[in-house]
Protein backbone atom coordinates (compact mmCIF):
# COMPACT_ATOMS: atom_id res chain seq x y z
CA UNK A 1 0.00 0.00 0.00
CA UNK A 2 1.36 3.43 -1.02
CA UNK A 3 0.92 6.23 1.47
CA UNK A 4 0.79 9.71 0.95
CA UNK A 5 -0.49 13.01 3.51
CA UNK A 6 -1.62 16.59 2.78
CA UNK A 7 -1.22 18.84 5.65
CA UNK A 8 -1.69 22.87 5.40
CA UNK A 9 -3.21 25.36 7.63
CA UNK A 10 -7.00 25.62 8.44
CA UNK A 11 -9.27 26.24 5.41
CA UNK A 12 -6.06 25.57 2.83
CA UNK A 13 -7.85 23.20 0.85
CA UNK A 14 -6.73 19.73 2.11
CA UNK A 15 -10.15 18.09 1.65
CA UNK A 16 -10.16 19.34 -1.46
CA UNK A 17 -6.58 17.88 -2.52
CA UNK A 18 -7.45 14.53 -0.61
CA UNK A 19 -10.72 13.89 -2.25
CA UNK A 20 -9.15 14.99 -5.84
CA UNK A 21 -6.37 12.39 -5.15
CA UNK A 22 -8.74 10.14 -4.32
CA UNK A 23 -10.45 10.33 -7.62
CA UNK A 24 -7.90 10.09 -9.22
CA UNK A 25 -5.70 7.30 -7.71
CA UNK A 26 -9.20 4.91 -7.83
CA UNK A 27 -8.24 4.32 -11.20
CA UNK A 28 -5.27 2.45 -10.49
CA UNK A 29 -6.51 0.82 -7.44
CA UNK A 30 -8.29 1.07 -4.02
CA UNK A 31 -8.09 3.61 -1.75
CA UNK A 32 -8.70 4.36 1.72
CA UNK A 33 -8.06 7.60 3.50
CA UNK A 34 -7.20 8.46 7.19
CA UNK A 35 -8.48 11.93 8.71
CA UNK A 36 -7.49 13.67 11.67
CA UNK A 37 -10.33 14.76 13.77
CA UNK A 38 -9.02 16.17 16.38
CA UNK A 39 -11.11 16.35 19.58
CA UNK A 40 -14.41 15.28 18.26
CA UNK A 41 -15.86 12.56 19.69
CA UNK A 42 -17.56 10.52 17.54
CA UNK A 43 -19.47 8.35 19.69
CA UNK A 44 -20.63 10.84 22.34
CA UNK A 45 -21.94 8.94 25.99
CA UNK A 46 -25.48 9.05 25.11
CA UNK A 47 -25.26 6.72 22.20
CA UNK A 48 -25.12 2.61 22.88
CA UNK A 49 -21.22 2.52 21.46
CA UNK A 50 -20.64 5.60 23.97
CA UNK A 51 -21.87 3.92 26.79
CA UNK A 52 -20.34 0.87 25.76
CA UNK A 53 -16.82 2.11 25.36
CA UNK A 54 -17.02 4.52 28.53
CA UNK A 55 -18.00 1.24 30.51
CA UNK A 56 -14.15 0.03 30.06
CA UNK A 57 -14.37 -1.97 26.41
CA UNK A 58 -11.15 -1.71 25.09
CA UNK A 59 -13.03 -2.01 21.64
CA UNK A 60 -16.50 -0.99 20.20
CA UNK A 61 -17.85 -2.05 16.45
CA UNK A 62 -20.95 -0.82 15.67
CA UNK A 63 -22.82 -1.89 12.43
CA UNK A 64 -25.75 -0.06 10.59
CA UNK A 65 -27.90 -0.70 7.72
CA UNK A 66 -29.64 -3.69 6.61
CA UNK A 67 -29.39 -6.20 3.27
CA UNK A 68 -31.24 -4.02 0.90
CA UNK A 69 -28.80 -0.28 1.84
CA UNK A 70 -25.53 -1.66 2.64
CA UNK A 71 -23.89 -1.89 6.03
CA UNK A 72 -21.61 0.13 7.68
CA UNK A 73 -19.24 -0.95 10.29
CA UNK A 74 -17.62 1.83 12.69
CA UNK A 75 -14.76 0.67 14.83
CA UNK A 76 -14.05 2.06 18.11
CA UNK A 77 -10.58 1.44 20.35
CA UNK A 78 -8.52 2.80 22.85
CA UNK A 79 -5.06 3.19 22.42
CA UNK A 80 -5.17 3.70 18.73
CA UNK A 81 -2.84 5.96 16.44
CA UNK A 82 -1.96 6.53 13.19
CA UNK A 83 0.23 3.54 12.46
CA UNK A 84 -1.94 1.49 13.85
CA UNK A 85 -5.14 3.33 11.22
CA UNK A 86 -2.58 2.67 8.26
CA UNK A 87 -2.31 -1.37 9.38
CA UNK A 88 -5.95 -1.88 9.10
CA UNK A 89 -6.28 0.16 5.86
CA UNK A 90 -3.12 -2.28 4.85
CA UNK A 91 -4.83 -5.56 6.01
CA UNK A 92 -7.89 -4.87 4.45
CA UNK A 93 -5.43 -5.18 1.24
CA UNK A 94 -5.91 -1.74 -0.23
CA UNK A 95 -3.39 0.13 -3.15
CA UNK A 96 -3.27 3.52 -1.15
CA UNK A 97 -3.99 5.86 1.87
CA UNK A 98 -4.42 9.08 1.89
CA UNK A 99 -4.05 10.80 4.80
CA UNK A 100 -5.26 13.95 5.42
CA UNK A 101 -3.26 16.06 8.66
CA UNK A 102 -0.94 14.64 10.94
CA UNK A 103 1.81 17.11 10.32
CA UNK A 104 3.69 15.67 12.81
CA UNK A 105 4.19 12.48 11.35
CA UNK A 106 7.13 11.14 8.93
CA UNK A 107 4.63 9.98 6.15
CA UNK A 108 5.87 11.84 2.81
CA UNK A 109 3.83 15.31 2.52
CA UNK A 110 2.09 17.49 0.13
CA UNK A 111 2.09 20.57 2.11
CA UNK A 112 -0.27 23.08 0.78
CA UNK A 113 0.37 27.03 1.49
CA UNK A 114 3.25 27.91 4.06
CA UNK A 115 3.13 26.04 6.89
CA UNK A 116 6.35 25.05 8.36
CA UNK A 117 8.19 22.58 10.73
CA UNK A 118 7.54 19.47 8.71
CA UNK A 119 9.24 16.71 7.52
CA UNK A 120 9.72 14.56 4.47
CA UNK A 121 8.53 17.00 2.23
CA UNK A 122 7.59 15.70 -1.21
CA UNK A 123 5.78 19.12 -2.96
CA UNK A 124 4.56 22.30 -1.64
CA UNK A 125 2.00 24.06 -3.18
CA UNK A 126 1.90 27.78 -3.30
CA UNK A 127 -1.00 29.58 -1.58
CA UNK A 128 -1.85 31.75 -4.85
CA UNK A 129 -1.46 28.01 -7.82
CA UNK A 130 -5.09 26.88 -8.95
CA UNK A 131 -5.37 22.68 -8.47
CA UNK A 132 -5.24 22.25 -12.45
CA UNK A 133 -5.40 18.91 -13.85
CA UNK A 134 -1.56 18.48 -14.85
CA UNK A 135 -1.20 19.65 -11.03
CA UNK A 136 -2.99 16.75 -9.95
CA UNK A 137 -2.06 14.82 -12.15
CA UNK A 138 1.54 15.56 -10.95
CA UNK A 139 0.64 14.79 -7.37
CA UNK A 140 -0.77 11.04 -8.34
CA UNK A 141 2.50 10.59 -9.85
CA UNK A 142 4.15 11.42 -6.92
CA UNK A 143 1.67 8.78 -4.80
CA UNK A 144 2.24 6.06 -7.38
CA UNK A 145 6.13 6.43 -6.70
CA UNK A 146 5.89 6.17 -2.80
CA UNK A 147 7.59 2.52 -1.78
CA UNK A 148 5.10 0.47 -0.65
CA UNK A 149 3.50 -0.46 2.98
CA UNK A 150 3.03 -3.83 3.78
CA UNK A 151 1.56 -5.72 6.70
CA UNK A 152 2.37 -9.61 7.33
CA UNK A 153 -2.37 -10.04 7.08
CA UNK A 154 -2.10 -7.89 3.51
CA UNK A 155 1.14 -10.54 2.08
CA UNK A 156 -1.37 -12.86 2.83
CA UNK A 157 -4.17 -11.52 0.94
CA UNK A 158 -1.98 -10.61 -2.04
CA UNK A 159 -0.40 -15.14 -2.21
CA UNK A 160 -4.25 -15.62 -1.62
CA UNK A 161 -4.62 -13.73 -5.46
CA UNK A 162 -2.24 -15.51 -6.69
CA UNK A 163 -3.20 -17.23 -10.06
CA UNK A 164 -1.87 -20.67 -9.01
CA UNK A 165 -3.36 -20.38 -5.44
CA UNK A 166 -5.68 -23.47 -6.21
CA UNK A 167 -3.25 -25.58 -6.09
CA UNK A 168 -1.96 -24.41 -2.63
CA UNK A 169 -2.52 -27.08 0.09
CA UNK A 170 -0.68 -24.03 2.67
CA UNK A 171 0.36 -20.96 3.14
CA UNK A 172 3.53 -20.37 5.26
CA UNK A 173 4.61 -17.25 7.11
CA UNK A 174 7.85 -16.04 9.07
CA UNK A 175 8.11 -12.70 10.61
CA UNK A 176 11.28 -11.26 12.05
CA UNK A 177 11.03 -8.89 15.38
CA UNK A 178 13.51 -6.90 17.28
CA UNK A 179 14.49 -8.84 20.01
CA UNK A 180 14.92 -7.12 22.79
CA UNK A 181 16.86 -9.44 25.53
CA UNK A 182 19.67 -11.32 24.28
CA UNK A 183 22.60 -12.83 26.86
CA UNK A 184 23.36 -10.09 29.31
CA UNK A 185 22.44 -6.97 26.77
CA UNK A 186 19.34 -5.16 26.13
CA UNK A 187 18.65 -4.12 23.04
CA UNK A 188 16.39 -0.40 22.62
CA UNK A 189 15.96 -0.41 18.89
CA UNK A 190 17.21 -1.29 15.52
CA UNK A 191 17.77 0.80 12.52
CA UNK A 192 18.07 -0.47 8.88
CA UNK A 193 19.18 0.80 5.85
CA UNK A 194 19.19 -0.62 2.10
CA UNK A 195 21.61 -0.45 -0.07
CA UNK A 196 19.20 -0.02 -3.25
CA UNK A 197 18.72 -0.94 -6.13
CA UNK A 198 20.73 -3.71 -5.07
CA UNK A 199 18.66 -4.92 -2.05
CA UNK A 200 15.58 -4.84 -3.93
CA UNK A 201 17.24 -6.86 -6.93
CA UNK A 202 18.64 -9.70 -4.34
CA UNK A 203 14.89 -9.80 -2.81
CA UNK A 204 13.88 -10.33 -6.03
CA UNK A 205 16.07 -12.79 -7.29
CA UNK A 206 15.55 -14.80 -4.15
CA UNK A 207 11.47 -14.83 -4.80
CA UNK A 208 11.87 -16.05 -8.07
CA UNK A 209 14.42 -18.45 -7.50
CA UNK A 210 12.93 -19.92 -5.09
CA UNK A 211 9.61 -19.89 -6.94
CA UNK A 212 11.17 -22.20 -9.69
CA UNK A 213 11.20 -25.26 -6.62
CA UNK A 214 8.72 -28.31 -6.75
CA UNK A 215 5.47 -27.29 -5.13
CA UNK A 216 6.00 -23.55 -4.25
CA UNK A 217 3.65 -21.40 -6.01
CA UNK A 218 3.72 -18.32 -4.39
CA UNK A 219 6.82 -16.67 -2.47
CA UNK A 220 6.49 -12.78 -1.05
CA UNK A 221 9.59 -11.16 0.91
CA UNK A 222 9.13 -7.77 2.21
CA UNK A 223 11.55 -6.39 4.72
CA UNK A 224 11.37 -3.12 6.71
CA UNK A 225 14.19 0.02 6.93
CA UNK A 226 14.56 2.91 9.27
CA UNK A 227 14.06 2.61 12.96
CA UNK A 228 12.26 -0.13 14.10
CA UNK A 229 11.56 -0.79 18.19
CA UNK A 230 12.40 -4.08 20.45
CA UNK A 231 9.48 -6.30 20.03
CA UNK A 232 8.22 -5.05 16.65
CA UNK A 233 8.21 -6.38 13.47
CA UNK A 234 11.06 -6.19 11.08
CA UNK A 235 10.10 -8.65 7.80
CA UNK A 236 7.66 -10.75 6.76
CA UNK A 237 8.21 -13.48 4.40
CA UNK A 238 4.86 -15.67 2.80
CA UNK A 239 5.04 -19.09 0.75
CA UNK A 240 2.09 -20.68 -0.90
CA UNK A 241 2.79 -24.55 -1.32
CA UNK A 242 1.45 -27.05 -2.91
CA UNK A 243 1.96 -29.50 0.14
CA UNK A 244 3.86 -28.27 4.36
CA UNK A 245 6.97 -30.66 3.01
CA UNK A 246 7.46 -28.23 0.38
CA UNK A 247 6.55 -24.95 2.33
CA UNK A 248 8.63 -25.18 5.90
CA UNK A 249 12.37 -25.50 3.37
CA UNK A 250 11.22 -22.94 1.31
CA UNK A 251 10.23 -20.71 4.52
CA UNK A 252 13.97 -20.96 6.25
CA UNK A 253 15.96 -20.82 2.99
CA UNK A 254 14.08 -18.01 2.21
CA UNK A 255 15.05 -15.94 5.27
CA UNK A 256 18.66 -17.26 5.49
CA UNK A 257 19.62 -16.20 1.68
CA UNK A 258 17.99 -12.43 2.60
CA UNK A 259 20.81 -12.43 5.46
CA UNK A 260 23.25 -13.32 3.57
CA UNK A 261 22.32 -12.06 0.25
CA UNK A 262 20.66 -8.74 0.49
CA UNK A 263 22.25 -5.22 1.50
CA UNK A 264 20.52 -4.62 4.08
CA UNK A 265 22.91 -2.75 6.97
CA UNK A 266 21.71 -2.95 10.56
CA UNK A 267 22.36 -0.62 13.52
CA UNK A 268 21.83 -1.96 16.85
CA UNK A 269 20.86 0.53 20.34
CA UNK A 270 22.07 -1.19 23.58
CA UNK A 271 21.82 0.47 27.16
CA UNK A 272 26.01 0.28 26.71
CA UNK A 273 26.54 1.35 23.29
CA UNK A 274 25.08 1.90 19.08
CA UNK A 275 26.62 0.23 16.39
CA UNK A 276 26.27 -1.04 12.64
CA UNK A 277 26.10 -4.75 12.95
CA UNK A 278 28.17 -5.18 9.89
CA UNK A 279 31.31 -3.20 11.13
CA UNK A 280 31.16 -5.12 14.23
CA UNK A 281 31.13 -8.55 12.40
CA UNK A 282 34.12 -7.32 10.16
CA UNK A 283 36.35 -6.31 13.27
CA UNK A 284 36.09 -9.54 14.45
CA UNK A 285 37.01 -11.41 11.11
CA UNK A 286 40.18 -8.85 11.19
CA UNK A 287 40.77 -9.08 15.44
Known amino acids: MK ?6 YKKSGKTALVSALVRNLSGFGTVGTVKHMGELRLNPADTDTGRHFD ?40 DFAVVEGFKESNLPKIVLGGLQGVSNVVFRIPDDIDMHEELTASLVGIALSQPDRYTLEALIKKARKTPAIRKAGAIGTFTGIVRELAENEKTSKLEFEKYEPEASKALDRIREEIKQKEGILEVLIHH ?14 VIAAAHRTELFPALSEAIERLKAEAPIWKKEFTEKEEFWVHDKEQDKKSA
Do not use: P
Open 3 to 8: VISVVG
Open 55 to 94: AGADTVIGITGTEATGTELVSFSRDSDLEHALDLLCDQGL
Open 224 to 237: KTGVIQAGEDIVYI
